[in-house]
């Protein structure tokens, strides 16, 4: 997570944004699409309870993924004038994508253009299906999993023993 979180703040964004749309606009919608078949993939696999698979891990990649994604898509729409209020900085575009989608919505920070407005719709729609979705799926492995370990735990005692 490190290191998705220092390729954010490293990576040329400058290259993207309204000097090149058609390659911005790529990026960003195979990036999120990418994610959403992996995350698909992890639910598929949670739900059919498939051995052998590590979603506490990959999941919160994931979905750390998207949420970096959305950020640099919004810091390269803001070099464009008129899209945003207050979205000068990578860290404003981080903070504006959490409040985004804890659904807080401070105000300090406003999509103005019509396609800053779209972006950030395309953000809490992909949240609600495609996170919430995965969150949902990790949350139901980890109390499964949690009741049949306590299962395994009661009937055979605290010390591993059996208790008849």
């Known amino acids: 997570m490190a290191a998705m979180a ?5 990576l040329p964004l400058h290259f993207l944004g309204p000097s090149r749309p058609v390659l911005s606009w790529t990026v960003f919608g195979c990036a999120l699409a990418l994610i ?3 995350l698909v993939r992890q639910i598929r696999d949670v739900l059919v309870d498939l051995p052998g698979t590590r979603p506490g891990l990959v999941i919160p990649v994931l979905m750390c993924l998207a949420v970096l994604v959305f950020a640099a898509g919004y810091v390269s729409l803001a070099r464009h004038p008129g899209e945003f209020t207050g ?13 985004t989608l804890a659904t807080i919505g401070f105000g300090d920070i406003t999509p103005q253009g019509q396609t ?12 609600f299906v495609f996170l919430t979705a995965a969150a949902t799926a990790l949350s139901r492995r980890v109390h499964r999993q949690l009741g049949q370990h306590l299962g395994r735990d009661v009937r055979n005692g605290p010390a591993g023993r059996d208790k008849s």
């Open 87 to 99: 979205l000068e900085t990578r860290v404003d575009a981080l903070y504006f994508t959490v409040v």
């Open 36 to 38: 959403a078949i992996l």
């Open 116 to 127: 800053a407005r779209l972006v950030t719709l395309l953000q809490v729609l992909y949240s």
């Open 6 to 10: 220092a390729g954010y703040f490293l």
